[in-house]
């Protein structure tokens, strides 16, 4: 038995608890008590968070398809449970599963801002941009409560560190007071990630994000005050999302944003289980459809990790995607680079934690 399937889960993006790849014991319900035990589960799931004591905030990354090198992460699984993410799989690290664990159990990590500052003041460290999230999204719900990103973003203007961020929830507009003098220096720029317009698929799609026109509403209010916006249709869904390409490179362009670029749906390991589940679940007339149409995209399969296919995928459903997004990129001025370089050379040292400051460089 390689995965449970619980009872749906109100307001989540999984119902399932995939057998990870180290899990060293795997259950198995008993049948017989079985009916009496999914009457007893609850239709919802609390969100229970877990103090990270990690040592390090940052991730190196040296993948040719990424475009950046570092990145920041305040937390490990994400809230909003979408159910595509292709981050679920790290869960199993912890000897949890990348189905409902990864969107319930959420792991904090209460340094992120003291870890930071002393990564930034290590010797001979050459100011390289840092990506806030890249992995699960540093402004998922709790970020209302805690403030890491926040208070990394403290230490950033203290150092004038240029620093990137991707983000699909409109919170990160509560920051503006920071992120538009950063801006003003060349040092922040801010990705939005939109993948449909329709409230109605993004609901059961992304269930705890923010609704599309909260995200087109941040993006007008980052432009507006002077920050580089660039638009992530990420991931596009064969058979799904593809067709909405033209309105959303309209509206975000219609928003302010300066730039766009496109990701191509990945499953990779767990991801699919769960992917395939949310999509039996939600769209079983286009499950079909979808599946098949991914599968043209990917070889006959539903994965591939080759680096720079992975992200675009081949074939002729893959290639009528690429086509379609540059005509309309090309269409509303979205089709240019991804906005001035941020900049480097302002970077100064911060105090470290120990509060001890520098004598000599």
């Not at 409902?100 to 990564?119: G, H, M, N, S």
């Not at 993948?195 to 698929?201: E, I």
């Not at 309209?250 to 991801?271: H, N």
């Not at 309309?328 to 941020?342: C, I, N, P």
Request: hydrophobic content about 35%.
């Amino acid at each position: 038995m390689s995965e449970r399937k619980l009872p749906v889960i109100t307001g989540r993006g999984s119902s399932l608890e995939p057998k990870g790849r180290f899990a060293k014991l795997e259950f198995q319900r008993d049948l017989d008590a079985l009916d009496q035990e999914l009457e007893d589960l609850p239709a919802k799931v609390a969100t229970e968070y877990f103090a990270d004591d990690a040592q390090s905030i940052i991730s190196e990354n040296d993948s040719p398809d990424i475009p950046f090198r570092y990145s920041l992460n305040p937390y490990r699984g994400c809230e909003h449970g979408c159910s595509y993410c292709y981050a679920r799989p790290t869960h199993e690290y912890f000897d949890l599963n990348a189905g409902i664990d990864f969107e319930t159990r959420v792991f904090v990590k209460q340094r992120a801002p003291e870890l930071f500052r002393d990564w930034l003041c290590r010797k001979g460290y050459r100011p390289e941009p840092v990506m806030f999230s890249g992995v699960t999204d540093c402004y998922q719900p709790i970020e209302r409560h805690l403030r890491l990103t926040r208070q990394c973003l403290e230490v950033a203007v203290e150092a004038h560190q240029p620093i990137a961020i991707v983000s699909k929830n409109a919170l990160v507009t509560r920051d503006l007071d920071l992120l538009s003098p950063l801006a003003a220096k060349r040092l922040a720029k801010v990705a939005i990630s939109l993948t449909s317009l329709d409230q109605k698929l993004t609901r059961v799609m992304e269930p705890r994000t923010s609704s599309p026109e909260a995200r087109l509403r941040a993006i007008r209010e980052l432009s507006q005050a002077g920050v580089q916006v660039h638009v992530m249709l990420a991931p596009l869904i064969p058979g799904l999302t593809d067709h909405e390409i033209p309105a959303l490179l309209k509206a975000a362009a219609d928003a302010g944003a300066l730039s766009a670029s496109y990701i191509l749906l990945r499953l990779p390991l767990t991801v699919e289980p769960v992917f395939l589940e949310w999509l039996e679940r939600t769209h079983p007339q286009h499950r079909d459809r979808v599946e098949s149409r991914i599968r043209s995209t990917r070889g006959g399969e539903l994965y591939q990790s080759k680096f720079v296919e992975r992200m675009r995928g081949t074939g002729e459903i893959a290639e009528q995607i690429r086509r379609t997004y540059h005509v309309f990129a090309k269409k509303y001025g979205l089709d240019q680079s991804r906005g001035v370089e941020l900049d480097v050379s302002q970077f100064r040292p911060p105090t470290p934690s120990s509060g001890q400051k520098w004598l000599f460089r």
